[in-house]
């Protein structure tokens, strides 16, 4: 959603880049380049004017004019005030003291209320929660029946005693919930509202009733992304007639501008919580500020990355892979490269695993094009083969091949592409497992260049090949020892003189001070 934004602000620090000092006429451009990036993106005109206002005035202060890097330090400032205009620090849902906690879902119809409250279960049911979905909007066609299909989907519990369609009063149903989940032992219920194409004052006198009645802990305002400037329009009509506390984003994924959903947290003063970035259930998470701002300006987000590995990849199994990889390449077979390539695919799309990787952003296009069944087919190649192939790939010969290129549905030169990647792949891991590192990356410990690394070192420990002949060996052993002992100790372990010491010398930036 934010592509557009992102490219925009990288091509501005790009031209700030190579500059050992700003003028104030480069910080004037910068500015005008970065009021433009977010007007296009559709970001509010008041959250615009503030941002500006604060990174022109940071900009020209001694923050940097006396930095060593003043453009690292412009986008520095950029990414702190995009974290102010996004509301700052995480914030964290307020539960009840005595259960249950009650939050109420607001919005418009279309906004995807029903949907994210079977999210919003979900994910409080991984959180360790007991979560109940309330359906109290009986004006919508079939809403009671959507919400109950969500919670089936997602293995939450749902308080649906009115068929909906126009039949039932709202007000009576959340209250009964709240009875319900008690006796139930339901420790968070979820109340969906009734929405409508626009604000009136039916659904605003509707919703304050519910309010009034069930006292809510949380009453969240779900806005969609995707319709541009009405998004904050919308939002103070309803922080105006019915009040919320938090702001939750939907449809996260879409390719709309998607600057007025950030413009909320400015206007409207109440934190975005939540965001919804997908059709799945688990499309779902806390809404961190620093993190969207690190995406937005294409620095990546690795802690989303981790969160997700944490989640998805058991501590033990790793650690039995480490294990299998340190005592070498042919312990780690094609049935655990199929087991962590299913792991890797319950983290979610690969191309959105990517796009969290720092750097990404310059290769967009070609994470778009992602094919994601290239998993699945690799799966079924895999799948094809039989345990001793698994086992041993190096016995798959030209027949084996065409036995499993048509088990699996693919042409024999995948197969044999999907193995000569294997053997690429478990050689790079076991070297990086026995820390080698990755390759091409010399001269850091640990990143790379531990073979040539270690080559160097016996080649050097080797030193002049000794004669075969050990009568011969045993007098030039005795000569080397004569010349140690005629030679005086150095404190720093280097020789001192002799044979082994004439061309030491240092160099000549050094001299002047042995003067």
């Known amino acids: 959603m934010f592509d557009t934004l992102s490219d925009r602000l990288a091509a501005t620090f790009k031209n700030l880049r190579g500059k050992g000092r700003l003028s104030e006429a480069d910080i004037d451009a910068t500015a005008r380049e970065i009021r433009i990036a977010l007007l296009e993106a559709d970001v509010a005109l008041p959250a615009v004017r503030a941002f500006i206002k604060q990174v022109k005035e940071r900009a020209l202060g001694a923050e940097v004019s006396q930095a060593l890097n003043p453009a690292q330090q412009v986008i520095k400032i950029v990414n702190e005030e995009l974290i102010g205009i996004l509301g700052g620090e995480t914030r964290r849902l307020r539960l009840a003291k005595t259960p249950p906690t009650v939050i109420m879902l607001a919005g418009l119809q279309g906004a995807?209320?029903?949907?994210?409250?079977?999210?919003?279960?979900?994910?409080?049911?991984?959180?360790?929660?007991?979560?109940?979905?309330?359906?109290?909007?009986?004006?919508?066609?079939?809403?009671?029946?959507?919400?109950?299909?969500?919670?089936?989907?997602?293995?939450?519990?749902?308080?649906?005693?009115?068929?909906?369609?126009?039949?039932?009063?709202?007000?009576?149903?959340?209250?009964?919930?709240?009875?319900?989940?008690?006796?139930?032992?339901?420790?968070?219920?979820?109340?969906?509202?009734?929405?409508?194409?626009?604000?009136?004052?039916?659904?605003?006198?509707?919703?304050?009733?519910?309010?009034?009645?069930?006292?809510?802990?949380?009453?969240?305002?779900?806005?969609?992304?995707?319709?541009?400037?009405?998004?904050?329009?919308t939002a103070e009509a309803f922080r105006d007639g019915v009040g919320f506390d938090g702001v939750v984003l939907s449809k996260l994924d879409g390719d709309a501008r998607g600057g007025a959903a950030l413009s909320v947290a400015h206007v409207t003063g109440k934190q975005v919580m939540f965001a919804s970035n997908g059709e799945k259930l688990d499309d779902f998470d806390a809404f961190h500020p620093d993190r969207m701002a690190s995406r937005i300006l294409g620095m990546g987000d690795m802690l989303s990355l981790i969160e997700k590995a944490e989640q998805t990849f058991s501590q033990d199994e790793a650690e039995k892979m480490a294990a299998k990889l340190a005592k070498g390449p042919k312990e780690f077979t094609l049935d655990d490269f199929l087991s962590q390539m299913e792991q890797v695919r319950k983290m979610g799309s690969i191309s959105k695993l990517l796009?969290?990787?720092?750097?990404?952003?310059?290769?967009?296009?070609?994470?778009?094009?992602?094919?994601?069944?290239?998993?699945?087919?690799?799966?079924?190649?895999?799948?094809?083969?039989?345990?001793?192939?698994?086992?041993?790939?190096?016995?798959?010969?030209?027949?084996?091949?065409?036995?499993?290129?048509?088990?699996?549905?693919?042409?024999?030169?995948?197969?044999?592409?999907?193995?000569?990647?294997?053997?690429?792949?478990?050689?790079?891991?076991?070297?990086?497992?026995?820390?080698g590192g990755m390759p091409g990356m010399p001269g850091l410990p640990g990143m790379g260049g531990g073979a040539a690394r270690k080559k160097k070192q016996t080649k050097q420990a080797k030193g002049k090949r000794q004669s075969g002949n050990p009568m011969k060996r045993k007098a030039e052993e005795q000569a080397a020892a004569e010349r140690r002992a005629q030679q005086p100790a150095s404190p720093f372990g280097l020789p001192a003189g002799g044979q082994d010491g004439q061309d030491f010398e240092l160099p000549e930036e050094f001299k002047k001070f042995m003067k």
């Not at 005693?161 to 126009?166: A, D």
């Not at 009733?209 to 998004?231: K, N, S, T």
């Not at 549905?409 to 478990?426: C, I, M, P, T, Y």
């Open 355 to 435: 796009g969290m990787l720092p750097g990404m952003g310059q290769m967009r296009d070609q994470i778009n094009n992602l094919d994601e069944r290239d998993v699945d087919r690799t799966a079924a190649i895999i799948k094809s083969m039989t345990p001793a192939e698994r086992q041993d790939p190096t016995i798959i010969n030209g027949s084996r091949r065409a036995r499993i290129a048509k088990g699996s549905g693919v042409d024999v030169s995948a197969v044999k592409n999907l193995v000569e990647r294997f053997f690429d792949a478990r050689k790079m891991m076991s070297r990086m497992a026995q820390g």
């Open 112 to 233: 995807g209320k029903t949907t994210l409250a079977g999210k919003l279960g979900l994910w409080l049911k991984n959180q360790g929660h007991a979560p109940l979905l309330v359906a109290c909007d009986l004006q919508r066609p079939n809403a009671v029946n959507q919400l109950s299909v969500v919670a089936e989907r997602a293995g939450v519990a749902v308080f649906a005693p009115e068929p909906g369609n126009g039949v039932g009063d709202p007000v009576q149903v959340a209250k009964n919930s709240v009875e319900f989940a008690r006796s139930k032992q339901h420790d968070i219920v979820i109340v969906d509202t009734a929405g409508r194409l626009g604000i009136d004052a039916e659904m605003m006198q509707q919703a304050a009733d519910i309010r009034d009645e069930v006292q809510p802990d949380e009453i969240l305002f779900v806005v969609d992304a995707m319709i541009g400037q009405d998004a904050v329009n």
